[in-house]
């Protein structure tokens, strides 16, 4: 078996991995230019937070379609018109003149998004060699790390010194090159897709998934937004869990099921759904953290918070070069216990960190902690695909990335949580209470979240995963010394 990848997968990985980061910087880079956007459409700034949840809303409801309309319409066919209708709903976005408007271009936008990545990911992994994925993975997860970290920064940018319709028209070159190079790239099967082979649209299945992802995201919503009364968030919290419920019911009892919940048998990729969603919240998490506690706590300018916290992606892309050698070398269970050690330590040691704490101890906890979170999401995502058959792919990778866009979602929410918790545990702590004490004890509950990924990590098999794994190379006088 060859060591190289075929330049075409490559190319197809690195094409996704650009709509990826597209469709991740869009979900959180509105948060900054709520002030801005709220005066510019004449409505209070809070109500900004509906463009955010309208985009995550349908990003969740419409994922788990992705991998059935795959199948009936074709890989080729949905990658670029979901494209076409991301950038051209961003150009609507930008020109809305009222918050109607662009809360309706944003779900459009979703739908959009919602195609775009797991149908490009299904193209990368489907069809390829085992060994091949850890390479293809790193390139099409990196976005998904980097887009959270910058999103404050460009914000911050883009509303002091353009205007926020930027952060939308961004897209616009992005898209035509996206939507150019796919054309090019992605060829057709010769024979078009099998519909005959294709089950029909398991309709109670949408219905009851879409509505229970779309009721916990929006439960996501209401737990983040300050000041929130509990009980309606309590109330949609119930319906989620009693309709997902359902939902999983559902899909376990029905033949053709919109979702294959059968796939959670493989034990590695149960391992990366459970493992790896708790991973997620805690990674997404402690970026809507930080800046909050630059900014509120230490007094520090947006752009400021905003450049500490890109040390992050410094940290991200600093192992992104080892991975793959690194996960041949000493297999999964021993990375995946070490890097969710390394988030757990590390969010830790943000809960201590005070105005006065040196930038440089700043600097090098943030690169360690952006090391971490790359490592351990690139294992969860390749261990996804590891043991996981070619006919059971597609439900794989819409499992997979329902899990994910979820656990992401829940990430600033968690947060949240934690935050308003921080108060009343704080109060209970030995001493007068600071503005810090709340994010301490904040950054304090995440890190126990990360236990339950740890733990995880612990009950592995320690030959999971092998099958994506190369042989490491022997050194040098290996085989004289077998002879002897």
């Given amino acids: 078996m060859g060591q190289m990848i075929d330049t075409k997968r490559r190319n197809t990985a690195l094409l996704v991995a650009g709509c990826f980061f597209m469709e991740n910087l869009d979900g959180t880079i509105v948060t900054t230019a709520a002030p801005r956007m709220g005066d510019a459409l004449g409505v209070d700034p809070t109500a900004i937070g509906l463009v955010v949840t309208a985009y995550l809303v349908t990003l969740a409801v419409l994922i788990p379609l992705s991998g059935w309309l795959t199948a009936r319409f074709g890989a080729r066919r949905v990658f670029l018109t979901a494209i076409a209708v991301f950038t051209l709903a961003s150009l609507g976005c930008a020109l809305s003149t009222s918050l109607g408007e662009l809360v309706a271009l944003r ?19 489907s069809g390829a060699e085992k060994p091949d994925i850890p390479r293809l993975v790193s390139y099409v997860v990196w976005p998904a790390l980097v887009a959270p970290v910058l999103a404050p920064l460009a914000g911050g940018l883009l509303t002091t010194y353009a205007s926020w319709h930027w952060m939308f028209l961004v897209n616009l070159p992005l898209g035509a090159l996206a939507f150019a190079v796919a054309w090019r790239l992605v060829d057709a099967p010769a024979e078009g897709p099998d519909t005959a082979a294709v089950p029909r649209l398991d309709r109670w299945g949408v219905v009851l998934t879409s509505t229970g992802l779309g009721a916990l995201t929006w439960t996501a919503h209401l737990l983040s937004e300050p000041g929130t009364d509990l009980v309606p968030a309590l109330v949609a919290g119930g319906v989620a869990v009693l309709l997902l419920a359902v939902a999983a019911r559902h899909l376990l009892r029905t033949a053709e099921p919109l979702i294959d919940l059968r796939t959670l048998r493989v034990a590695t990729f149960r391992a990366s759904v459970s493992g790896g969603s708790l991973f997620w919240i805690v990674v997404a998490a402690v970026p809507f953290l930080l800046p909050l506690l630059f900014q509120e706590v230490f007094g520090w300018s947006a752009v400021e918070s905003g450049a500490m916290v890109l040390f992050v992606f410094v940290g991200n892309i600093a192992i992104k070069p080892a991975t793959t050698f690194l996960l041949n070398r000493y297999g999964f ?10 988030v757990g330590a590390t969010t830790t040691l943000c809960a201590f960190l005070t105005a006065a704490t040196p930038l440089a101890l700043v600097v090098v906890l943030t690169v360690i902690s952006g090391a971490a979170r790359s490592l351990g999401l690139t294992c969860y995502q390749v261990i996804a695909f590891a043991d996981v058959p070619q006919e059971r792919m597609r439900h794989a990778n819409t499992l997979q990335s329902t899990a994910q866009q979820a656990a992401a979602g829940l990430g600033v929410a968690a947060a949240t949580v934690a935050l308003r918790a921080g108060g009343p545990l704080g109060d209970l702590l030995p001493g007068q209470p600071t503005p ?49």
Wanted: net charge positive.
């Fill in 107 to 125: 779900v459009l936008q979703g739908a959009g998004g919602a195609m775009m990545v797991p149908v490009g990911r299904l193209m990368v992994v």
């Fill in 333 to 342: 269970r021993p990375l995946l216990v070490v890097a969710t050690l390394g």
């Fill in 436 to 484: 810090a004490t709340a994010y301490t004890v904040a950054f304090c509950l995440l890190a126990l979240v990360s236990l339950g990924a740890l733990a995880g990590a612990l009950r592995l098999h320690p030959t999971a995963g092998d099958a994506v794994r190369r042989p490491a190379p022997r050194p040098a006088g290996h085989r004289d010394l077998e002879r002897a």
